[in-house]
């Protein structure tokens, strides 16, 4: 029977602004997915969308239609750009998918069942009118912040997870099996974080969140969002439906893979979670490293770098290929460590390696076999010189490549292979074919030679096939080979598969190579365009929702004393017209008040904006932003998501006092 191997990436937030990053876990997994199946594994790759919770109910809500039609448009959108990367998932799970949440509902029932889950009260500030909680924090001058009514102090009831009692279960899972939880790196930062300290309990479900799944025994309640989305890795399967095969073959799951900043989620709470059911854990769960962008502090500033940066992963790929894309995801980032992109870092990496390393081998090798032999395969003949080098390195590739993949390592994996292609370039220089082709009498040496580099090519190409999709059947196809023949290794673990007498082709350019201060400036033109049409529109440039580097350079208590930072408090707000993403505030700083613009439209609504204490940089230069003066500046904090939250002093303090 085949061995199964189940993958999963984490469901994406239906957020659009889809960038580069994005595609980053969902190309590995692909990538580990081909792989294995190639191994002659039965491989399952699931993938999907995280569509509910308060954010998507509040969007929706400000665009005027319901969640689901605000979300169908970006789940289209994701599919589109997985097909232009050639993902190859098993299934795309949506958690809006009927299945999926009676699978939910059942596995809230099970765990309230078994007394894993127990009615409480999270007390906080209630407005009625509104019917919405609030911390002592979000008070406006201890009224309600949406409506300014008063608020009483009550309590909501709540649903808890017993999560604090899996804290020692779950350290001793990590002891008991080293692998569970890759790199080490996050197992330390899970223990020592979290589960030493101790768990609390965990409130699952909300009465104030209407789009989410019903709990069925207390329909008030919707099921919280993260105990939503980490089951769809067993609802996808089936579980807790009629039919369950997919489930009882696949599960548990053998990885999955995550970004590094969503796995407390994987592994402690979904462990916890299964743990309750009484379910299988699954075998493994790795916590990759980001992709940053911006980390050139050398160059321009930060935000100009970013700027300049092309992300959209459909424009990246209509322009370089998707081969070229899925190369540099998978061979840039050192696996489980953070990785930088650039413009320049991507068009090197297609230069160096694929145009210079693969495409020259391959259009040099297959050109001299026409040139030399009229387009027929000459015989392997007798070893010499380094040949038995090369062919070792060939048939050592399998090995290597697989000790790589079982360490989660692709980017080690295609050093590997491309370790083959430069051995194989080498060798080109070492036996010097074009001399061989002058002298009549070494016309079976150099039929050898030719024999040798079109075996090694054919094994490299076979085994790159998990990373890159097109290219390696591009080149097979030179030597008469379907790529469809060769969807596993069997025939890439022995040297002198092809038959001597086949037709060879000369290669078509594979990966032409950019010229790279030309592409540059291309894109640098892009970009200035991209920041003209914003700047006409009167938003500020569109700027990729990607982690970036934070790293600035060290500055001096002086440098620092130079900004002027001051409680500001928003009297009034509203839209600036034609801009989708700036509001106009007028702030009062004590007897003072100014007008500021800030880019904080998507993430804040006007009439949420006044009252609230805000922190502003006084001594900015004035900025004219869409026709408006600004005279300072908000400051927000972002996370990788794109998300805002405005800063604001911890206690209440008057409007136009200092912060140093
Ligand atoms: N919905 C949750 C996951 C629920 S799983 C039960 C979520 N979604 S996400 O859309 O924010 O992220 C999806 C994946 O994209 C995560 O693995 C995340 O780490 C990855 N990335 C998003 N931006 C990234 C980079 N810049 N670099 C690498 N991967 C990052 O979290």
Redesign the pocket.
């Given at each position: 029977m085949k061995e199964k191997y189940y993958i999963t990436?984490?469901?994406?937030?239906?957020?659009g602004n889809w960038?580069?990053?994005?595609?980053?876990?969902?190309v590995v997994c692909d990538a580990f997915a081909r792989y294995h199946k190639m191994l002659g594994e039965d491989v399952f790759f699931l993938t999907g969308?995280?569509e509910h919770g308060q954010k998507i109910e509040k969007k929706a809500a400000e665009a005027g239609v319901t969640p689901k039609a605000f979300i169908d448009p970006l789940v289209a959108e994701l599919k589109e750009i997985w097909k232009a990367l050639d993902i190859n998932y098993s299934k795309f799970i949506r958690t809006t998918d009927e299945e999926h949440v009676k699978a939910v509902q059942h596995i809230f029932k099970q765990l309230y069942d078994k007394g894993e889950i127990y009615k409480a009260e999270y007390s906080g500030w209630y407005c009625t009118p509104c019917e919405s909680f609030w911390t002592e924090a979000q008070l406006k001058d201890g009224k309600c912040p949406d409506c300014g009514r008063e608020v009483t102090l009550e309590k909501e009831e709540s649903y808890f997870f017993r999560l604090s009692k899996y804290a020692d279960k779950i350290i001793k899972l990590y002891e008991d099996n080293p692998e569970f939880l890759q790199p080490k790196s996050r197992m330390n930062e899970m223990v020592n974080n979290f589960l030493k300290p101790g768990l609390q309990d965990l409130c699952v479900s909300r009465t104030s969140i209407k789009w989410g799944v019903p709990v069925t025994f207390d329909e008030k309640h919707t099921v919280y969002?993260?105990v939503d989305?980490?089951s769809?890795?067993i609802t996808a399967l089936g579980y807790g439906s009629k039919d369950d095969r997919l489930y009882q073959k696949y599960w548990p799951a053998d990885l999955h893979?995550?970004?590094?900043?969503?796995i407390r989620?994987?592994a402690i709470i979904?462990p916890a979670i299964l743990m309750a059911l009484g379910l299988p854990l699954p075998k493994q769960v790795y916590g990759?490293?980001?992709?940053?962008?911006g980390g050139d502090k050398l160059s321009k500033s930060k935000q100009d770098k970013v700027k300049a940066e092309l992300t959209d992963p459909k424009q990246l790929v209509a322009r370089y290929g998707s081969d070229a894309l899925r190369y540099f995801l998978l061979r840039e980032?050192p696996f489980g460590s953070?990785g930088v992109y650039t413009n320049e870092s991507l068009l090197t990496r297609i230069n160096a390696d694929l145009a210079n390393d693969l495409g020259n081998l391959v259009s040099r090798t297959t050109a001299m076999i026409n040139q030399y032999f009229g387009g027929v395969l000459p015989a392997a003949g007798e070893r010499e010189g380094t040949d038995g080098e090369l062919i070792a390195a060939a048939k050592a590739l399998g090995g290597n490549v697989k000790k790589a993949m079982d360490a989660l390592d692709a980017p080690l994996a295609l050093a590997e292979i491309f370790r083959l292609i430069q051995r194989a370039n080498k060798y080109i220089d070492e036996t010097t074919p074009w001399i061989l082709a002058k002298d009549e009498s070494k016309k079976a040496r150099l039929g050898a030679v030719l024999y040798n580099l079109a075996e090694s090519i054919r094994i490299a190409a076979i085994y790159l096939k998990p990373y890159i999709t097109a290219a390696p059947d591009k080149i097979l196809d030179c030597f008469g080979i379907d790529g469809k023949t060769a969807e596993d290794f069997s025939s890439a673990n022995e040297f002198g598969v092809l038959k001597a007498g086949c037709a060879v082709k000369k290669a078509p350019p594979i990966f032409p190579r950019i010229d790279v201060k030309k592409e540059l400036a291309e894109l640098e033109a892009l970009a200035a365009k991209r920041e003209n049409k914003s700047a006409a529109e009167g938003k500020p440039a569109e700027r990729p929702a990607?982690?970036e580097h934070t790293e600035k350079e060290q500055i001096s208590i002086d440098d620092f004393g130079k900004v002027q930072l001051k409680v500001a408090l928003v009297t009034a707000c509203e839209k600036v017209e034609k801009s989708k993403k700036l509001l106009r505030l007028s702030v009062k700083l004590g007897k003072e008040t100014r007008t500021v613009v800030s880019g904080i439209a998507h993430a804040y609504a006007p009439e949420e904006m006044i009252g609230k204490k805000v922190v502003m940089v006084t001594n900015l230069k004035p900025a004219k932003l869409c026709g408006i003066v600004s005279e300072g500046m908000i400051l927000c904090a972002e996370n990788?998501?794109g998300e805002l939250s405005l800063l604001a002093p911890e206690r209440d303090m008057e409007d136009g006092c200092e912060i140093f």
């Amino acid at each position: 029977m085949k061995e199964k191997y189940y993958i999963t990436t984490p469901i994406y937030y239906p957020s659009g602004n889809w960038h580069i990053g994005h595609c980053y876990t969902t190309v590995v997994c692909d990538a580990f997915a081909r792989y294995h199946k190639m191994l002659g594994e039965d491989v399952f790759f699931l993938t999907g969308t995280d569509e509910h919770g308060q954010k998507i109910e509040k969007k929706a809500a400000e665009a005027g239609v319901t969640p689901k039609a605000f979300i169908d448009p970006l789940v289209a959108e994701l599919k589109e750009i997985w097909k232009a990367l050639d993902i190859n998932y098993s299934k795309f799970i949506r958690t809006t998918d009927e299945e999926h949440v009676k699978a939910v509902q059942h596995i809230f029932k099970q765990l309230y069942d078994k007394g894993e889950i127990y009615k409480a009260e999270y007390s906080g500030w209630y407005c009625t009118p509104c019917e919405s909680f609030w911390t002592e924090a979000q008070l406006k001058d201890g009224k309600c912040p949406d409506c300014g009514r008063e608020v009483t102090l009550e309590k909501e009831e709540s649903y808890f997870f017993r999560l604090s009692k899996y804290a020692d279960k779950i350290i001793k899972l990590y002891e008991d099996n080293p692998e569970f939880l890759q790199p080490k790196s996050r197992m330390n930062e899970m223990v020592n974080n979290f589960l030493k300290p101790g768990l609390q309990d965990l409130c699952v479900s909300r009465t104030s969140i209407k789009w989410g799944v019903p709990v069925t025994f207390d329909e008030k309640h919707t099921v919280y969002v993260w105990v939503d989305a980490l089951s769809n890795y067993i609802t996808a399967l089936g579980y807790g439906s009629k039919d369950d095969r997919l489930y009882q073959k696949y599960w548990p799951a053998d990885l999955h893979m995550t970004g590094k900043e969503i796995i407390r989620f994987h592994a402690i709470i979904w462990p916890a979670i299964l743990m309750a059911l009484g379910l299988p854990l699954p075998k493994q769960v790795y916590g990759h490293g980001w992709l940053l962008i911006g980390g050139d502090k050398l160059s321009k500033s930060k935000q100009d770098k970013v700027k300049a940066e092309l992300t959209d992963p459909k424009q990246l790929v209509a322009r370089y290929g998707s081969d070229a894309l899925r190369y540099f995801l998978l061979r840039e980032i050192p696996f489980g460590s953070d990785g930088v992109y650039t413009n320049e870092s991507l068009l090197t990496r297609i230069n160096a390696d694929l145009a210079n390393d693969l495409g020259n081998l391959v259009s040099r090798t297959t050109a001299m076999i026409n040139q030399y032999f009229g387009g027929v395969l000459p015989a392997a003949g007798e070893r010499e010189g380094t040949d038995g080098e090369l062919i070792a390195a060939a048939k050592a590739l399998g090995g290597n490549v697989k000790k790589a993949m079982d360490a989660l390592d692709a980017p080690l994996a295609l050093a590997e292979i491309f370790r083959l292609i430069q051995r194989a370039n080498k060798y080109i220089d070492e036996t010097t074919p074009w001399i061989l082709a002058k002298d009549e009498s070494k016309k079976a040496r150099l039929g050898a030679v030719l024999y040798n580099l079109a075996e090694s090519i054919r094994i490299a190409a076979i085994y790159l096939k998990p990373y890159i999709t097109a290219a390696p059947d591009k080149i097979l196809d030179c030597f008469g080979i379907d790529g469809k023949t060769a969807e596993d290794f069997s025939s890439a673990n022995e040297f002198g598969v092809l038959k001597a007498g086949c037709a060879v082709k000369k290669a078509p350019p594979i990966f032409p190579r950019i010229d790279v201060k030309k592409e540059l400036a291309e894109l640098e033109a892009l970009a200035a365009k991209r920041e003209n049409k914003s700047a006409a529109e009167g938003k500020p440039a569109e700027r990729p929702a990607v982690h970036e580097h934070t790293e600035k350079e060290q500055i001096s208590i002086d440098d620092f004393g130079k900004v002027q930072l001051k409680v500001a408090l928003v009297t009034a707000c509203e839209k600036v017209e034609k801009s989708k993403k700036l509001l106009r505030l007028s702030v009062k700083l004590g007897k003072e008040t100014r007008t500021v613009v800030s880019g904080i439209a998507h993430a804040y609504a006007p009439e949420e904006m006044i009252g609230k204490k805000v922190v502003m940089v006084t001594n900015l230069k004035p900025a004219k932003l869409c026709g408006i003066v600004s005279e300072g500046m908000i400051l927000c904090a972002e996370n990788d998501r794109g998300e805002l939250s405005l800063l604001a002093p911890e206690r209440d303090m008057e409007d136009g006092c200092e912060i140093f």
